[in-house]
Nanobody, 124 residues
Framework: QVQLVVSGGGLVQAGGSLRLSCTAS????????VAWHRHAPGNQRELVADITTSGRTYYADSVKGRFTISRDDANYMVFLQMNSLKPEDTAVYYC??????????????????WGQGTQVTVSS
């Protein structure tokens, strides 16, 4: 079993910064690509950023130059540093990870796991 726990959301004024963390735990063999998504009311869920095992990153156009995704593989953690926040960044943020883990049967099982969401609210 694998769990992803997200922390770091909150309320911040426009122009401020927040850092989200996502920590994976369980019978993990390896973590492949990891992504941050967000979902604002009335909008579709949006891929914000992702990072591969080699460190290659992707950013949505709306966050380029303001957000930075990084990972700490030794501790099974992924971060999203969010700077110059705007009211339109307000959303529930989720992390998702492609994880190879040991299943209850003892076999290795690769699947995508999601953390619980964390609310980020940016006031104008």
């Amino acid at each position: 079993q694998v769990q992803l726990v997200v922390s770091g959301g909150g309320l911040v004024q426009a122009g401020g910064s927040l850092r989200l963390s996502c920590t994976a735990s369980g019978s993990i063999f390896s973590i492949n690509a990891v992504a941050w998504h967000r979902h604002a009311p009335g909008n579709q869920r949006e891929l914000v950023a992702d990072i591969t095992t080699s460190g290659r990153t992707y950013y949505a156009d709306s966050v380029k130059g303001r957000f930075t995704i990084s990972r700490d593989d030794a501790n099974y953690m992924v971060f999203l540093q969010m700077n110059s926040l705007k009211p339109e960044d307000t959303a529930v943020y989720y992390c998702a990870a492609d994880v190879l883990a040991q299943s209850k049967s003892g076999n290795l099982d690769q699947r995508n796991y999601w953390g619980q969401g964390t609310q980020v609210t940016v006031s104008s």
